[in-house]
């Protein structure tokens, strides 16, 4: 069974930082690309990061592109997102989601490439 497990969310000051992570099970993490995705109050699901299963590329979202940072430990089973510069529009539940199709020659760049999620932290940016 796959679990999905996120943490680090919390209540931050615009301008800070905040590193949220996910620690995997049930499945072979190293085989499986992982993405964040985040749903702000009342705004459709965005695939902000992801990573291929590897680790060796990464995709950013044009409003995650240059704050946020994407890593994958293969050895320790867990995702990381780290995220620098929030703003208040960052404000969402973060998920941490794994990829439906084992090893994907790609990145996977889309929402609907995920098909595995966990039960999310929230992030809350004051301005």
């Known amino acids: 069974q796959v679990r999905l497990a996120e943490s680090g969310g919390g209540l931050v000051q615009a301008g800070a930082s905040l590193k949220l992570s996910c620690v995997a099970s049930?499945?072979?993490?190293?085989?499986?690309?992982m993405g964040w995705i985040r749903q702000a109050p009342g705004k459709e699901r965005e695939l902000i990061a992801s990573?291929?299963?590897?680790?060796?590329?990464?995709y950013y979202s044009d409003s995650a592109k240059g704050r946020f940072t994407i890593s994958k430990d293969n050895t320790e089973n867990t995702l990381y997102l780290q995220m620098s510069s929030l703003k208040p529009e960052d404000t969402a539940d973060y998920y941490c989601?794994?990829?439906?199709?084992?090893?994907?020659?790609?990145?996977?760049?889309?929402?609907?490439?995920?098909?595995?999620w966990g039960q999310g932290t929230r992030v809350t940016v004051s301005s």
């Open positions: 990573t291929k299963w590897n680790a060796e590329v990464t």
């Open positions: 049930g499945f072979p993490f190293s085989e499986f690309a």
């Open positions: 989601a794994r990829d439906r199709q084992r090893r994907r020659s790609n990145v996977p760049r889309g929402i609907r490439d995920f098909n595995s």
